[in-house]
């Protein structure tokens, strides 16, 4: 079982920044996929961006469309924490935003919702215009 804490939401300007961190509580998280999902009301939840390891000391990342160019994820595995910079931020970013992680997924399905078998309890991004 692995516990995800995210941390890091709050309220924002629009063209501001945050940053979110997700800590995890396994021993093994260098070799888990780890994602950054939102869900605004109303809506479904949604992929944001994904990172794991390719290979070595190198890793694998991907981005939603809508994100790409704004939004960085990156982890430091000496800290079992993921994190998502996110900059130039827009009102349509508001979402709560949720910590994934899973053990067993591939490059293929790292944008899938239902692939993750970890999710944090999420936290509230709010871009006011």
């Known amino acids: 079982q692995v516990q995800l804490v995210e941390s890091g939401g709050g309220l924002v300007q629009a063209a501001g920044s945050l940053r979110l961190s997700c800590a995890a509580s396994t021993r093994t998280f260098s070799s888990y996929t780890m994602g950054w999902f939102r869900q605004a009301p109303g809506k479904e939840r949604e992929f944001v961006a994904a990172?794991?390891?390719?290979?070595?000391?190198?890793?694998?990342?991907v981005y939603a469309d809508s994100v790409n160019g704004r939004f960085t994820i990156s982890r430091d595995n000496a800290k079992n924490t993921v994190y998502l910079q996110m900059n130039s931020l827009k009102p349509e970013d508001t979402a709560v935003y949720y910590c994934?992680?899973?053990?067993?997924?591939?490059?293929?399905?790292?944008?899938?919702?239902?692939?993750?078998?970890?999710w944090g309890q999420g936290t509230q991004v709010t871009v006011s215009s």
């Open positions: 990172i794991r390891r390719s290979g070595g000391y190198t890793y694998y990342v």
């Open positions: 994934a992680a899973d053990s067993r997924i591939t490059i293929t399905t790292m944008r899938s919702v239902v692939e993750y078998d970890y």
